[in-house]
């Protein structure tokens, strides 16, 4: 009896490690594949607005950045700006476009704001940094978590350098920017943030170092412009949503190998040999 519980406790042991073992990829890779829905749900949303109205709202974006930029933009008492939540929110999720970083495979919805629950499943705009809209005298700020257990977001963006490109896609109209500048900084260190004159540019910004997070990573790309066009990046569809062959793979193998590991559990015992009736009455009669 005893061997036999201890063999449902090795497998249940067994259970518990393949569990931890597998838990951060599968959890990234149902991250990616939520987060490509919504990139397809926006795509779509924007799809039906005409052009006129595309226009309108990448224009009402624009005025947004030079009233930022001139410094007309002003927070009310609680520190929010009055219409920035409603500027480009053409699904109603707060989503305002996504990123594309093809450099180390990223590709997330962009939400208005930075609060935890936006972080946790997406990159999120400081909100008084320009909007992704790019333009003269620019310089829009993303945030995104990284080392998260349940998806990696911004936890390969420390393998970015210098000529890396990522883009930024709002409204259908996809800017491309190259990376000039990697810094670590901390927290309150923002002069890297602020609107250069002349200039277009978006930073992205994560916790470093890993675990640690006492400091920020900036990552900064500028607008390219100068002889290059924006090249659009491939659109992910929910057709073509994919999983990566050696998930597959492992959740084939897992229930194969829990099943073998349990039926040895439960009828791997070594039955006793039974005694052959001679030799009981020899036993007996010796007792007797």
């Known amino acids: 009896m005893k061997q036999h519980l201890w063999r449902i406790l090795i497998a249940l042991l067994v259970i518990a490690g393949l569990g931890l073992i597998l838990y951060p990829i599968v959890s990234d890779q149902m991250h990616r594949s939520k987060a490509a829905v919504l990139i397809v749900e926006y795509t779509d949303e924007v799809q039906k607005k005409n052009e006129a109205e595309r226009k309108q709202m990448l224009q009402d974006a624009m005025d947004y ?3 930022l930029a001139d410094g007309s933009v002003l927070p009310d008492e609680e520190g929010n700006v009055p219409g920035y939540d409603s500027i480009l929110d053409v699904t109603g999720t707060g989503i305002m476009g996504y990123l594309d970083i093809e450099r180390i495979g990223v590709q997330l919805p962009i939400y208005h704001g930075t609060d935890n629950g936006v972080l946790q499943i997406g990159v999120g705009h400081i909100n008084y940094s320009s909007l ?8 829009c700020v993303l945030s995104g978590h990284r080392g998260l257990p349940s998806a990696k977001l911004f936890t390969d963006l420390p393998e970015l350098a210098i000529g890396d490109e990522f883009t930024i896609t709002v409204m259908g109209r996809v800017m491309t920017y190259r990376v000039d500048q990697i810094k670590t900084v901390l927290p309150t260190e923002l002069d890297d943030l602020q609107i250069v004159e ?29 002889g290059e066009v924006d090249r659009p990046r491939v659109m ?4 073509a949503i994919q999983v990566e062959p050696f998930i597959v793979a492992t959740f084939l193998a897992v229930p194969l190998l829990l099943g073998v590991i349990i039926f040895v559990s439960l009828h791997g015992r070594e039955k006793k040999p039974r005694k ?6 020899e036993k007996s009669e010796t007792l007797q």
């Open 65 to 67: 950045n030079t009233r």
């Open 132 to 139: 992704p809209v790019g333009g003269e005298s620019a310089h």
């Open 198 to 226: 002349g200039k277009d540019y978006c930073t992205l910004v994560t916790c470093t170092p890993y675990g640690v997070n006492s400091h920020r990573l900036l990552v900064r790309g500028e607008r390219v412009l100068d």
């Open 236 to 239: 992910v569809t929910n057709e």
């Open 276 to 281: 052959k009736e001679g030799e009981v009455h």
